[in-house]
């Protein structure tokens, strides 16, 4: 016992020597003496943790616990650790590995934001230098089989892969000695039937929604004869599970068929386990929340955008939901009329997320792997109409790079692959739920978009630029300084400048006053910028280019 003390003693001045390390480094490691290493190393033997990011949170959570505090927020976890917001991903990622190993828990439902506290078994194990009060390997359940299997399907989120039938195997056997899995050998024949019910379980639990039955077909059947008699099977009720009330087949226009799990299911398989449901992290989209996006004083008098504005309101949207659940629009237009500050102006009008997809991240070179990313970013577009409480709005920026014209003349496979790929979409389109808008520098008219996008957008709509009396009003938002002689002045000198070049003036002009001391402001000094930087458009107009969207 007096061992045990000893070294229960030592394992908390490690702790407590982590913590005043990471108060004067950080996370920077490297800059850690090489005692300081050694004993974080000893520690995190004994937790059976490998990342020293996941150590240091375990250790600000034994600090809280002995200092006598309550639990911890993610949020206030960061605060604590005087982390950058982007690094809640990787608080976020380290919590649930805690959690697996059972180190910290959730506080309850008491908070309006869920917090997490330290075990009580893994502050006795601290105490007493007893690891096995962890019981980190003691026990396989159902709730370890879901986790895994979700991460198994998150790293193969298009389900074409091979090899995920296998993992699943692989899992089944591993598992093999949990109630649950022995409850679906003596009950359910099938091992199709088997892993339906497991994925189902797996969708209700961490995503509290149904499972996509086509997409689910992709990981039970090796070849089409099967899918199609499995999906026979479910589509006449003949299929055990249908016949047994273990899963409900419902099929929806926009959504296709799904398989909901019955009470008779979540009875025998989800009533003794507690899953926290899965952050929605995105992969295929940059996610900017109301409070990141900017949206200064955005001015239009476009019609087609006052409409849009209108059916995104929460009031109207609200009601049309459920009737039309795909609002898919197309603005079309030359650079810097301001789509994407529009889409931003309503984000925020709105109190809406906005997820941009990377189109250059989506098309790649390789065979195939166009159309994974297209299935990946459809399906992350699709948890995050199931996560966010008001629905976000999904934005194609540049995407005549991806709604392109197909050939009707594929000789080369090159041009097969871009006809696989538009086919896909179009086919992704006809399912999606949500709000997706996409904006692109070239008209619809110029015939450089597939003609069947047309009917999959709710509204396709040129954008030109605005009327003179709107640019004036920009003008002065960003210069409230000038007076409306030289503003009627300016718009005379550049009546082809743009919303975003305006902006971009007003940038360079607040850059200049501050490096520059015996930079004059005023109205000289704006044009003189503005001429500068418009100097490629004035040149082009002087020779005789002209652009009627300016015109």
């Not at 991240?361 to 994974?372: A, C, F, M, N």
Request: glycine share 4%.
């Amino acid at each position: 016992m007096s061992t045990n003390r000893k070294k229960a003693k030592e394992l908390c001045q490690n702790i407590e020597d982590t913590i005043n390390a990471f108060k004067i480094h950080g996370l920077k490691f490297e800059l850690y003496a090489q005692e300081e290493i050694s004993k974080m190393d000893v520690a995190k033997k004994f937790f059976g943790i490998n990342d020293n990011f996941d150590f240091v949170v375990l250790c600000i959570f034994i600090d809280n616990r002995l200092s006598g505090s309550d639990g911890l927020s993610i949020k206030k976890l960061i605060r604590q650790m005087r982390l950058k917001s982007f690094q809640g991903l990787d608080v976020e990622y380290s919590i649930q590995v805690l959690k697996k190993k059972r180190l910290i828990e959730m506080e309850g439902s008491r908070h309006i934001e869920t917090e997490f506290r330290l075990t009580e078994n893994s502050l006795n194990s601290i105490l007493t230098y007893n690891r096995k009060i962890l019981k980190l390997s003691t026990k396989n359940d159902f709730e370890d089989f879901i986790n895994e299997l979700d991460q198994i399907l998150l790293n193969d989120l298009d389900f074409l892969s091979d090899i995920v039938p296998e993992l699943i195997e692989d899992l089944l056997k591993k598992y093999s000695n949990c109630r649950e899995i022995k409850w679906m050998e003596r009950n359910i024949a099938a091992r199709h039937n088997q892993v339906l019910l497991y994925l189902a379980v797996r969708e209700f639990m961490l995503l509290g929604e149904s499972l996509d039955f086509e997409k689910a077909l992709k990981i039970i059947v090796d070849n089409r004869f099967k899918y199609l008699a499995v999906q026979k099977e479910f589509i006449t009720g003949a299929n055990q599970l249908i016949k047994e009330g273990y899963l409900a087949y419902e099929t929806d226009f926009y959504i296709g068929s799904m398989l909901r799990l019955t009470e008779k299911s979540i009875d025998v398989l989800c009533s003794k386990i507690n899953i926290e449901k899965r952050p929605f992290i995105p992969q295929m989209f940059s996610l900017k929340i109301p409070e990141q996006l900017k949206s200064d004083n955005y001015m239009h008098d476009n019609k087609d955008l006052q409409f849009v504005e209108k059916i995104l309101s929460n009031e109207i949207y609200t009601k049309i939901q459920s009737k039309v659940p795909r609002i898919s629009i197309l603005l079309t237009g030359a650079p810097g009329v301001g789509k994407t500050s529009f889409i931003n102006h309503v984000a925020v009008k709105t109190g809406r997320s906005v997820l941009s997809a990377n189109i250059a991240t989506i098309l790649s070179s390789y065979v195939g792997e166009s159309e994974k990313n297209i299935v990946k970013l459809f399906a992350e577009a699709s948890e995050a109409y199931k996560k966010f409480e008001i629905t976000p709005i999904i934005v194609f920026d540049e995407a005549e790079a991806l709604l392109y014209n197909r050939s009707s003349k594929a000789n080369k496979a090159v041009d097969q692959m871009h006809n696989n790929v538009i086919s896909l979409l179009l086919s992704e389109l006809d399912k999606f739920k949500g709000i997706l808008i996409c904006c692109s520098n070239f008209s619809f008219k110029q015939e450089s978009f597939d003609p069947a996008l047309h009917r999959r957008f709710y509204m396709v709509s040129e954008i030109k630029a605005p009327p003179v009396d709107v640019l004036k009003s920009i003008l002065k938002y960003h210069f409230p300084e000038i007076s409306a002689v030289d503003a009627d002045k300016f718009m005379c000198d550049f009546p082809f400048i743009t919303p975003a070049q305006i902006r971009n003036i007003k940038d360079k002009f607040e850059i200049q006053s501050l490096i520059d001391e015996r930079f004059a402001t005023g109205y000289d000094a704006i044009n003189s910028i503005a001429r500068k930087d418009l100097d490629v458009f004035i040149r082009r107009r002087a020779i005789g280019f002209t652009d009627k969207n300016y015109n």
